[in-house]
């Protein structure tokens, strides 16, 4: 968990599966949902590395074939 004294993230997705991080306590933007993650800027980055390894949109992949 973050230290006191630096803010909390939580990584959101958009339905195109692309990641990002948002303060929080602030409103998700429309479009993008928590998906439970939460900690240090640095914490939830290192989560989307995981998660996240092709960065390509959701669309662009299914229409290039890839089964992902």
């Known amino acids: 968990m973050p ?4 803010p909390e993230y939580t990584v959101v997705v958009n ?23 939460n900690g240090s800027r640095q914490e939830c980055l290192d989560r989307i590395e995981q998660l996240w390894p092709d960065i390509r ?10 089964p992902q």
């Open 3 to 6: 230290d006191a004294a630096e």
């Open 57 to 66: 949109p959701l669309s662009v992949r299914r229409r290039l074939g890839d």
């Open 15 to 37: 339905d195109e599966e692309q990641h990002s991080i948002w303060s929080v306590g602030r409103q998700v933007p429309a479009g993008w949902r928590e998906i439970g993650v």
